[in-house]
DNA sequence: TTGAAAGCGCTAACAA
DNA sequence: TTGTTAGCGCTTTCAA
């Protein structure tokens, strides 16, 4: 009794038809006598007959499956895409395989081609960091794969991709500090070869400038202080002990936003009171997060979601029909945690 | 070009060959001529064959995918657990497809029929918190599809399971306060109905024995503590409040464990010096507890990688083998924080 | 209203 | 050494 499941050809022959029959008697085809129908559904219902998907997906020439790849399952913020992605195709029928590039270029070229030979409908993909070439995309692309990009999209392909408001996010979050009564608020940027950094940047300036504030170069801590925790603290408490200190601080993750705090407790300072924090919290920390920062959170479910769709809408395009391309730019929630919490 | 992979059939008729011998040249089979065997292998590279592992599984009744249903992807220890089981499934050449009951008993039942139509070769179950019957469990296990516990485990099936060592864990950990010189430990417990916490408590008490402590009553918490940080902030509060207050605290898991925290911050108890928490950490807070905490954490990766293991031994085995159904009971890593880091 | 046959891509027993 | 054939489970034309 090894695993053995009932066949269409099982229920054919103890009912002494044709298998065919059978089939079109499950599918309420119309051209099936309503006898037949009965005796069939009612055999089918008693040995609990599930239809073999793989013979299905031979025939049809489609498994139904959804292949993502993402750098590392244990964030927080993949795992809520992964939980979007798996909302989406479920529900439209599909299963979703998750492989993990852990960041690595190689693993993400292998996950890629083992996908495709798992014949896959569809690959939704964020990127390892380490990844540069895009190569082993465009192999798959072009032999006709659906691809969608998220979060960490490449620029390089010309699909689908759903991607982050960083501009807006940055924005409202520093609105916020400064509808808080803040005065004069840090920044702690990215690396300036980062478009994100840019995007998050111009979301600061643009905040202060419609409030009248001036862009302070003095208060705005650069270089690698961003992906570096201690080193987040550390200039930090620098400015914290110049001569004008800032009352608030945009940090641009929350690694640095951990930084930050640290910085600012070991001054004695209390947050949000004397100190205000504020951070784009990235795929590492949203959870872990001090709930006095407040933050703007990555939207990873409905990323999840938005991505699935695309990634299905291209997969039952008819053949002649042209699928455009379509970059879905989402925006964050704002999450004010320490007070109250509002989720814009 | 729509998704077109090229076949053995491509290959054969370029080559004017039969089908059979270009699948005998692509698998190394003695009985071809070293002539046609490169030519075949030359086109294969040429157009990047790949075997369509869909119509593998049809003719090899075996899909090499295994599902896995987890209550809640998001939490730390369920996505290591993750990594585990396709860290060992992929190595073994099977693909893992994941579906998440959200703690629902209906979802657990849908997923567990889903995958089963899905033909997975076997299914890894972490059960829901709601569920108290296993007829979808039995059923599947009786049509002979292999399936391992691992973690939330269902005693009604005789099957393979993998659990971890609560007793063993306890008892270290409250060696450990016993050994940091911490005079009259607390242990904040579990409810008695279940299983595990019967074990922790056990454990607790082990240490206590070996070091000729006596074991106090009127310092153990019990109740809904367990699972209500609020509650276990109370509690707490009372207890360091009373006339002979603990220097320490066992919690049951770090939930609790955070309440205790801070309880005793509030207190403005200094962590560790006037007072030590050490926590058995579960699934929803591993990462996110206080660096000051001493916990026993729960190893994910390990029990994926466990689980995985005896699921693929099961499938694998031959028809006539017997396999009979084993439970492993995993050692818990001891975390020490807040000093140094040490994994036992 | 039903059945026979072909085919999705691959493999393996059998024949040549 | 190679080819023919059958079959994994299902659907779908075509024929009856």
Redesign the pocket.
């Known amino acids: 009794m090894k695993n053995s499941?009932i066949?269409?050809?099982d229920i054919?022959k103890e009912l002494?038809?044709?298998?065919?029959?059978?089939?079109?008697?499950?599918?309420d085809?119309?051209?099936?006598?309503?006898?037949?129908?009965k005796a069939v559904t009612d055999l089918a219902e008693k040995y609990n007959?599930?239809?073999?998907s793989?013979?299905?997906s031979?025939?049809?020439?489609k498994s139904n499956t959804i292949g993502v790849i993402i750098p590392e399952i244990v964030h927080f913020f993949f795992s809520t895409v992964i939980s979007g992605i798996e909302d989406i195709a479920y529900s439209a029928g599909y299963s979703v395989i998750v492989s993990q590039s852990n960041e690595s270029y190689d693993r993400e070229v292998m996950d890629t081609f083992a996908l495709s030979k798992n014949r896959v409908d569809g690959i939704l993909i964020s990127m390892s960091r380490e990844t540069t070439r895009y190569d082993h995309f465009e192999t798959i692309h072009k032999r006709g794969l659906p691809i969608v990009f998220f979060d960490r999209v490449c620029d390089a392909i010309n699909c689908s991709k759903v991607v982050v408001d960083d501009f807006d996010g940055a924005y409202q979050v520093t609105k916020h500090l400064i509808q808080q009564g803040y005065k004069r608020i840090a920044h702690l940027a990215g690396p300036e070869s980062l478009i994100l950094s840019k995007h998050r940047m111009d979301g600061y300036k643009k905040a202060l400038k419609e409030h009248n504030m001036e862009f302070d170069e003095s208060i705005i801590l650069r270089g690698r202080a961003a992906d570096n925790e201690m080193l987040a603290k550390e200039l930090t408490t620098q400015l914290l002990n110049s001569d004008n200190p800032p009352d608030a601080m945009f940090a641009i993750n929350d690694r640095a936003a951990l930084g930050v705090m640290k910085a600012a407790k070991e001054k004695g300072l209390r947050i949000p009171q004397d100190f205000a924090i504020a951070g784009f919290s990235n795929w590492e920390f949203t959870a872990m997060t001090d709930p006095a920062i407040t933050t703007v959170d990555q939207p990873g479910f409905k990323m999840g979601q938005e991505a699935a769709k695309l990634l299905i809408r291209e997969i039952e395009a008819d053949e002649d029909e042209i699928i455009e391309p379509e970059t879905r730019i989402l925006k964050t929630d704002l999450i004010i945690r320490g007070s109250s919490v509002v989720a814009v």
């Open positions: 499941q066949t269409i050809k054919a002494g038809i044709s298998s065919s029959t059978v089939s079109r008697a499950l599918k085809h119309p051209n099936v006598s309503p006898e037949t129908k007959y599930q239809p073999n793989i013979a299905l031979l025939r049809r020439s």
